[in-house]
Structures are given as C-alpha cells and as structure tokens.
C-alpha cells in the first residue's frame, strides 16, 4: 500500500471514529465527552451542522468506493486449488515458483532466477519471471524462450495455461552476487 493510500485509509478511519464518538455521546451520556459536544453545538451549531454533513458524506463516500473496489476487483488466490472425482489437491505457490525456477534452470544458461505467480482461474496462471542472462546473446531471443519453456512447464505439469512475462538483466548490470539453481 502506497503512502497516499495509508494516509487517505488514516484520516477516514479517525473520522468514522470522530463520529462515532460524536453519535455514542448524543446517545449517551458520557462525562466530559458529552458536556463537549454539548457546548461546541450551543456556541457554534450552524457550524457544527456542517461539520456533521461533511463528515457524513465523506464516510458515505469512502463507503461507496471500498463497496466499489470489493465488489469489482478481481480475486487472486494464492494457492492452486484442484478438484476432480478423486479428491482436492492444493499446490502452494512457492512450489509453482519452483516449477517455473527449475525449468528456467534446466534450460537456459541464466542466474539469479526470480519467480512471481499469480493464480487468476483453476485453469489460468500468471507468471513473471526475472533472470540475469549470463550467455549475452540476443536478449529478445533468450525472453521468448524462457517465455515458451514456462508456458510448456506450466502446462505439462500443472495442466494449466500461463501468461508469462520475462525481464531479462544482463548480467554486466547486476548488482547482485550470482545464484545459480
């Protein structure tokens, strides 16, 4: 979550808190916290109704658009979850990321393999896969075939389509110590 977000998520959760504290003293006597809002609305009640319809409205909103974002997103499991007559099977992603780590590994002459996956469906997979080339070849040539023996892995081994994106750093500009699989 990025800092504008938390900061957005931090002030609708202090004013959703404002005003639930403002509702539970108008409902219920509290001492001090009652005798407070009871003197802010004598002194300044036009003001103090606007507040009110303010905060109301920004809440309803941040309501609206957390109902919106629940509602609309797409879900991304994080596990793979197979069912047939037999029974359930449930792969972890760390072992998909392996799969994918180890067919990379097997293939290519590449170093410091760095696998991310995604389960979209029970039959759609997403992969992004980063690697240090170590041969120096035509880096395009090398990203479609990386790209191709992990869509094949994938399928033969978990039966499943995949989406794969491949970055591709050379390895005279990495700053990392090389790890061969």
């Known amino acids: 979550m990025n800092r504008t ?18 509702f539970i003293a108008t409902e219920v006597y509290i001492p001090y916290l009652t005798d407070f809002f009871e003197t802010l609305r004598a002194s300044n009640a036009q003001v103090m109704e606007v507040i009110a319809i303010v905060f109301s409205i920004l809440v309803a909103l941040f309501a609206l658009v957390m109902l919106g ?7 991304s499991e994080k596990d793979l979850k197979l069912q047939d007559g037999h029974g359930n099977l449930t792969v972890p992603k760390k072992s998909m990321e392996q799969i994918i780590n180890k067919a990379v590994a097997e ?28 041969s120096n070849d035509n880096y395009r040539v090398n990203a479609r075939d990386i790209q191709r023996s992990v869509q094949e892995s994938v399928q033969r081994h978990l039966g499943m389509k995949s989406d794969v994106k491949v970055q591709i750093i050379p390895r005279q500009h990495s700053k990392k110590s090389l790890k061969v699989v």
């Open 5 to 22: 977000s938390k900061s957005l998520l931090s002030l609708m959760a202090v004013i959703t808190l404002l005003l639930t504290l403002w």
């Open 69 to 75: 974002i629940a509602l609309m997103s797409r879900t």
């Open 107 to 134: 293939d290519h002459h590449v170093g410091n393999i760095d696998t991310k996956v995604r389960v979209r469906s029970k039959d759609h997979l997403q992969a992004k896969v980063s690697v240090e080339d170590l």
